[in-house]
């Protein structure tokens, strides 16, 4: 009876699936790729007797273990697991099944880490308000006092827009338009270029350094410059900005934790091609690296024996 459900399943499921992927923005070449991967995952299915709905973790662990042994490079079955892993999010939200199963598997890409914690939108607000509240006195001098001003800003777009430091160094002040609040950043070597919305909570920094705190620095350094954050190497500076935020959440680890942490945070309220879009990514697979990588410590240690490992 099971044979026949999975068949069943497979005849009825997939134009649904197609519209499903379809709204969540995936491209017709995607979708194609994709369907290649679950056929393979559901004939599978149906030579070992399983309902693809009802798959235990440790068969989908045996599905691995037969792409591997029928000669399947590793690269190809992420690619696989991750065509899968979306279509289990359809059944989950058709009510097909109860549970993702495939979340739970995670492969390692070789060469590749695995992101930092993953920090949510409340954490990220508390890091950029309590930095935002420092005590005037920690400030020192004047001039340091101007400098922080300039880093609530500059942490502003990393916590809320994503921005690394190559694109904070990019930005100039024609990319700011407060009247609709919103930012431009243009394309780099690695990115596209993007609009998009400033948080409410970042409009008045921005104000207030365009229109006093910027004029004054560049006095003090008698420079002239169209870039909102003149400065010979951002990397350093962006590096100076974490570390002054670590002093009061020593849970930070670097930028690329508070970049992760938005970019992930994203994909739980848009569809992937929206972030792509905002994360200003050229390929979908630079978006889809980080889907599922907010781990729990059940999925990491069933990741220390995975047969892939």
Request: glycine letters at 4%; proline letters at 4%.
């Given at each position: 009876?099971?044979?026949l459900r999975?068949?069943?399943?497979?005849?009825?499921?997939?134009?649904?699936?197609?519209?499903?992927?379809?709204?969540?923005?995936?491209?017709e070449?995607s979708?194609?790729?994709?369907?290649?991967?679950?056929?393979c995952?559901?004939?599978w299915?149906?030579?070992e007797?399983?309902?693809p709905?009802d798959?235990?973790?440790?068969?989908?662990?045996?599905?691995?273990?037969s792409?591997r042994?029928?000669?399947?490079?590793?690269q190809?079955?992420?690619?696989?697991?991750?065509?899968?892993?979306?279509?289990?999010?359809?059944?989950?939200?058709?009510?097909?099944?109860?549970q993702?199963i495939?979340k739970?598997?995670?492969l390692?890409?070789?060469?590749?880490?695995?992101?930092?914690e993953i920090?949510?939108p409340?954490q990220?607000?508390?890091?950029?308000?309590?930095f935002?509240n420092?005590?005037?006195?920690?400030h020192?001098?004047?001039t340091?006092?101007?400098?922080?001003?300039?880093n609530?800003?500059?942490?502003?777009?990393?916590?809320?827009?994503g921005?690394?430091?190559?694109?904070i160094?990019?930005?100039?002040?024609g990319?700011?338009?407060?009247?609709?609040?919103?930012?431009?950043?243009?394309?780099?070597?690695?990115?596209?270029?993007?609009?998009?919305?400033?948080?409410?909570n970042?409009i008045?920094p921005?104000i207030?350094?365009?229109?006093e705190?910027?004029p004054?620095l560049l006095?003090?350094?008698e420079?002239?410059?169209t870039?909102?954050?003149p400065?010979?190497?951002?990397?350093?500076l962006?590096?100076?900005?974490v570390?002054?935020v670590?002093?009061?959440h020593?849970?930070?680890?670097?930028s690329?934790q508070?970049r992760?942490?938005?970019?992930m945070?994203?994909?739980?309220?848009?569809?992937?091609?929206?972030?792509?879009?905002?994360?200003g990514h050229?390929?979908?697979?630079?978006?889809?690296?980080y889907?599922?990588?907010?781990l729990?410590?059940?999925?990491?240690?069933l990741?220390?024996?995975?047969?892939l490992?």
């Amino acid at each position: 009876m099971k044979v026949l459900r999975a068949r069943r399943s497979i005849h009825t499921w997939p134009m649904k699936f197609k519209e499903y992927r379809q709204k969540n923005g995936y491209s017709e070449k995607s979708i194609r790729v994709q369907d290649s991967h679950v056929n393979c995952f559901k004939n599978w299915c149906i030579r070992e007797n399983i309902n693809p709905g009802d798959i235990t973790y440790n068969q989908a662990l045996k599905f691995i273990d037969s792409e591997r042994e029928r000669g399947i490079s590793r690269q190809s079955i992420i690619r696989e697991i991750n065509s899968i892993r979306i279509y289990f999010d359809y059944l989950l939200e058709s009510g097909i099944t109860a549970q993702n199963i495939i979340k739970r598997i995670r492969l390692r890409q070789s060469g590749k880490k695995v992101l930092p914690e993953i920090l949510s939108p409340s954490q990220l607000d508390k890091i950029y308000q309590d930095f935002c509240n420092l005590p005037e006195w920690t400030h020192g001098t004047a001039t340091t006092s101007l400098l922080h001003h300039r880093n609530i800003v500059i942490l502003g777009f990393m916590i809320y827009q994503g921005l690394d430091s190559g694109e904070i160094a990019r930005l100039e002040t024609g990319h700011i338009n407060l009247n609709e609040g919103k930012i431009y950043i243009p394309s780099g070597r690695n990115s596209n270029s993007r609009t998009l919305k400033l948080q409410a909570n970042q409009i008045l920094p921005i104000i207030t350094y365009l229109e006093e705190t910027r004029p004054t620095l560049l006095e003090k350094r008698e420079l002239q410059s169209t870039y909102l954050f003149p400065s010979k190497k951002s990397s350093d500076l962006v590096c100076k900005i974490v570390e002054a935020v670590k002093k009061i959440h020593p849970e930070i680890r670097d930028s690329r934790q508070l970049r992760a942490s938005v970019l992930m945070n994203w994909l739980k309220t848009n569809n992937i091609r929206q972030v792509q879009y905002m994360a200003g990514h050229k390929s979908i697979r630079s978006t889809e690296s980080y889907r599922g990588q907010d781990l729990t410590d059940l999925a990491r240690q069933l990741e220390l024996f995975h047969p892939l490992r």
